[in-house]
């Protein structure tokens, strides 16, 4: 059973066009991450979101934390080359230690120039 | 993903040979957590451990498994006879403590190890 659901699986772009792209689960997180990982690389955090109706903004990406703290969303506005890779949404607080993550399976995200 | 060092980057072993992956945290941390990434798959959780402590390796295959921290030295995840089915990316994180705090700022992970089992 996979505990976090990311939607799209593959999500290919123009230049310039905006995205989101979503995490969810039917269980309640104690907090969510969003990472990156570019092919041949470790993945890179984005972000920590701990609070239900929490957003926060990195540049021209913005992350929503659901008010249930159950789901969120990552917005790309005015995507680049550059963004181009796997974005993973990974949880904590499924009864596991704290250094146990659950990973989504991530949505691999193309932008063409 | 400077800091945490990972190696070798790719590794090749035959059906029945062992693995050894190594990992040197980032400076000043003292926990590493191992984490297996399958083709299509997402990452999944290994094992965590402390210096010369398993805390939790609920994720490590009952089998052929085993991961070690000591006093001195890297991480060491090791693979005994290893099958086709090990191949995957073998990825470790560091931090330096896990409390709520930092958890917040998250893991630092290395670039990985690629194991082929041909």
């Known amino acids: 059973t996979q505990l976090l659901e990311q939607s799209p699986q593959f999500l290919s772009i123009q230049e310039g066009e905006n995205l989101t792209v979503y995490c969810n689960s039917s269980?309640?997180?104690?907090?969510l991450q969003w990472y990156r990982q570019e092919p041949g690389e470790g993945p890179v955090l984005l972000v920590t979101?701990?609070?239900?109706?929490e957003v926060k903004k990195l540049k021209r990406l913005t992350f929503q934390f659901g008010d249930a703290r159950k789901d969120s969303s990552l917005h790309i506005t005015a995507a680049q080359p550059g963004d181009t890779g796997l974005y993973l949404c990974a949880a904590s607080g499924y009864g596991g230690s704290q250094g146990n993550l659950i990973f989504g399976k991530g949505t691999k995200l193309s932008v063409k120039p | 993903n400077a800091g945490v060092m990972q190696n070798p980057r790719h590794l090749v072993r035959r059906r029945g040979q062992e693995a050894r992956l190594r990992c040197s945290p980032m400076k000043g941390h003292s926990h590493v957590y191992w984490y297996r990434q399958l083709p299509e798959e997402g990452l999944k959780f290994m094992v965590y451990l402390q210096k010369e402590n398993i805390i939790d390796e609920s994720g490590m295959p009952k089998e052929r498994f085993s991961a070690e921290f000591p006093k001195e030295g890297p991480s060491i995840l090791r693979i005994q006879q290893v099958v086709r089915g090990d191949s995957a990316a073998y990825f470790c994180a560091s931090s330096p403590l896990v409390n709520i705090r930092q958890f917040l700022y998250g893991y630092t992970f290395g670039s990985g190890t690629r194991l082929t089992v041909v």
């Open positions: 269980s309640v997180f104690s907090s």
């Open positions: 979101v701990v609070t239900g109706g």
